[in-house]
């Protein structure tokens, strides 16, 4: 019977057009921000090679090829020699190749020379593994638009579960014998099983199709050495781009599960339809209106908040605990305690709702 009910409710939320709608319009707008960032990539080896797209990444791949391994002071000198430039601007701002953005980044003064900064000057005992890391450090990005869109369109999705049967249908499901109990779990394991499945699925196409541009070079290689862009305001740990993307998985997962308690609980609450998808929405994007800078101690309960699981790089720059674990884990737990507390909540709050004669 229980079965029966999830499946039954699953197929209510997936038959309505506007999931459907959504749901096509969150796997296109992840194509169109993977192949966007893969045909605005560029890269010049500095000699005589140069290109968009394609082109770009293999030169990237073959230039991170020729210095791959452990960074050191003898490989610092001599990228810096042979991506030299002669120009009037601060060469750390010049782009060539992701190689040669990441040193001039690091270890060049303003006319490209050396500035004197060894390895363990910059990272310190850190062993800096080189590879291909642009592609992937771009797929990261993505993510977080990805994430954000992927929990709006829960909360679209979600909102009537509840609320959407207080119409009238309510007085018909709970005066029916399992209404008040079966029914109304039902309906809170169905809105998880949705936000889930969105998630995963999401994760899986784009990762596929990722794979398919950028191959796997450079998933072991460190994010630290990297472009400019990706030298200010980003993750300041040492972990692979293999770790960054694991850590983005759990929490595009974290995010959703928090997103769907929330919006289940609401939708249990409002009177319509509309003000469950409101309120839902307001409350996820609550944290943006608090002034709470990352650096102050109340950011560590704050950036749980499942808008900064969506844009994790707050999230997973706040401390590296021992082990190498980053923060961000507790997020996990987080989630899984608003699904608990939302669905005894939503559930009871659904069964004790009056109905009307």
Not at 55 to 61: L, R
Not at 146 to 157: A, F, G, R
Not at 259 to 277: D, G, I
Not at 328 to 342: D, E, F, K, Q, T
């Amino acid at each position: 019977m229980m079965k029966r009910l999830i499946q039954f409710e699953l197929k209510k939320i997936f038959s309505k057009r506007l999931t459907q709608a959504a749901l096509a319009i969150l796997f296109l707008l992840s194509m169109l921000l993977l192949f966007s960032t893969f045909q605005n990539k560029h890269a010049y080896d500095g000699h005589n090679r140069e290109g968009s797209g394609r082109e770009a990444v293999e030169i990237d791949k073959s230039i991170a090829e020729k210095y791959a391994g452990l960074l050191t002071d003898e490989k610092v000198i001599q990228m810096l020699q042979d991506f030299r430039v002669e120009s009037e601007i601060n060469v750390k701002y010049i782009y060539q190749n992701a190689v040669q953005s990441a040193v001039a980044a690091r270890f060049s003064d303003i006319k490209g020379d050396w500035n004197g900064q060894t390895v363990s000057d910059v990272f310190g005992s850190e062993e800096i593994k080189i590879g291909y890391v642009d592609g992937w450090l771009g797929v990261s990005q993505d993510f977080i638009r990805l994430t954000v869109v992927l929990c709006l369109v829960i909360i679209l999705i979600l909102a009537p579960v509840f609320s959407g049967e207080y119409s009238g249908v309510d007085h018909l499901i709970l005066s029916s014998k399992y209404g008040k109990t079966k029914g109304a779990a039902a309906k809170v394991i169905a809105g998880f099983l949705t936000a889930v499945l969105a998630a995963l699925t999401l994760f899986a196409v784009y990762m596929a199709a990722a794979f398919m541009l950028y191959g796997a070079e450079g998933l072991d290689c460190s994010i630290l050495f990297a472009p400019r862009v990706f030298t200010e305001y980003y993750i300041p740990f040492n972990i692979t781009c293999g770790t960054l993307l694991q850590y983005q998985f759990c929490l595009m997962m974290s995010s959703a599960v928090c997103v769907a308690a929330l919006t289940l609980l609401f939708s249990s609450l409002a009177k319509n339809q509309m003000a469950a998808l409101v309120v839902s929405a307001a409350a996820y994007l609550f944290p943006l209106l608090l002034p709470v800078p990352e650096t102050s101690p109340l950011f560590r309960v704050i950036g749980l908040c499942p808008l900064y699981q969506s844009t994790f790089v707050s999230l997973m720059s706040v401390e590296q605990m021992k082990g190498g674990l980053l923060y961000a884990v507790w997020a996990v737990p987080v989630a899984l305690g608003a699904a608990a507390i939302s669905a005894v909540l939503s559930r009871k709050i659904f069964a004790g709702h009056q109905v009307r004669e």
